[in-house]
Antibody, heavy 118, light 107 residues
Framework: QVQLVESGGGLVKPGGSLRLSCAVS????????MTWIRQAPGKGLEWVAH????????HYADSVKGRFTISRDNAKNSLYLQMNSLRAEDTAFYYC???????????WGQGTQVTVSS | DIQMTQSPSSLSASVGDRVTITCRAS??????LNWYHQKPGKAPKLLIY???TLQNGVPSTFIGTGSGTDFTLTITSLHPEDFAIYYC?????????FGPGTRLETK
C-alpha cells in the first residue's frame, strides 16, 4: 500500500538550514506530483511546494520562494525539501503528500516538526 | 494566486444534524475543488475531490457541490466521528491553496 514517511525535522536557529526527507513506497515516485504542506501551531494548512512527476517542474508558495528547494530522487524513492534562511514563521509541522490522479491529496505522511528558534 | 475563503469559520451542531460549509475561490476554478477534514494530531483526510466525487471509503453522508467560484460541502447526518476541522483546497493551479478551515464542534 502507499506509504509516506517524513524525517529530518528538528530545532534550528533563525538563519539556519534543514533538509526534510520523505521516503515513499507502494507507488512509482516519478508517476506523481509530490507536495510539501505545512501547518503552524494552531493554524491551518499551507501549501509549500510541489514537483511534477515526469519533468520535475517545481512551484513554490511566495512565502518560501528563493529559500526552499523541493527535489526528488526516484532511485531512492525519496522526496526532499531543502530549507535555507529559516525564520521563526517557518515553524510548523511539515507533511509530504502525493497528489491524486484527479486532484486532491489522498495520501499523506505522518509529518515532521520543524522549530525555528534561538 | 487563487485565494480561498470558507464560511462559517466555526459551527456547533449535534449528532444527526445536517450541516453545510461554503467555500469560495477568488477566480473560477471549474470543478477543481477538494475537501478534507482533520482531527487533532492527525494528517488531513481527503473526503471529496473534483468538487463532488467521494474518495474511496468516505460515507455517502458527505456531499460536495459547486463549480466556478462557489462550492459547498454538506454532511446530511452528523456522526460523532465527523467533528473535526474542514478545509477546502483548489487544485486548478499552483500554488494549490487551502481555505482557512471551518471548525465543526459538538453542541
Amino acid at each position: 500500500q502507499v506509504q509516506l514517511v517524513e524525517s529530518g525535522g528538528g530545532l534550528v536557529k533563525p538563519g539556519g538550514s534543514l533538509r526534510l526527507s520523505c521516503a515513499v513506497s507502494g507507488f512509482i515516485l516519478s508517476d506523481y506530483y509530490m507536495t510539501w504542506i505545512r501547518q503552524a501551531p494552531g493554524k491551518g494548512l499551507e501549501w509549500v511546494a510541489h514537483i511534477s512527476g515526469r519533468d520535475s517542474n517545481t512551484h513554490y508558495a511566495d512565502s518560501v520562494k528563493g529559500r526552499f528547494t523541493i527535489s526528488r530522487d526516484n532511485a531512492k524513492n525519496s522526496l526532499y525539501l531543502q530549507m535555507n534562511s529559516l525564520r521563526a514563521e517557518d515553524t510548523a509541522f511539515y507533511y509530504c503528500a502525493r497528489e491524486g490522479d484527479y486532484g486532491g491529496y489522498p495520501s499523506w505522511g505522518q509529518g515532521t516538526q520543524v522549530t525555528v528558534s534561538s | 494566486d487563487i485565494q480561498m475563503t470558507q464560511s462559517p469559520s466555526s459551527l456547533s451542531a449535534s449528532v444527526g444534524d445536517r450541516v453545510t460549509i461554503t467555500c469560495r475561490a477568488s477566480q473560477s476554478i471549474g470543478s477543481s475543488l477538494n475537501w478534507y477534514h482533520q482531527k487533532p494530531g492527525k494528517a488531513p483526510k481527503l473526503l471529496i475531490y473534483d468538487s463532488s466525487t467521494l474518495q474511496n471509503g468516505v460515507p455517502s453522508t458527505f456531499i460536495g457541490t459547486g463549480s466556478g467560484t462557489d462550492f459547498t460541502l454538506t454532511i446530511t447526518s452528523l456522526h460523532p466521528e465527523d467533528f473535526a476541522i474542514y478545509y477546502c483546497q483548489q487544485s486548478y493551479s499552483a500554488p494549490r491553496t487551502f481555505g482557512p478551515g471551518t471548525r465543526l464542534e459538538t453542541k
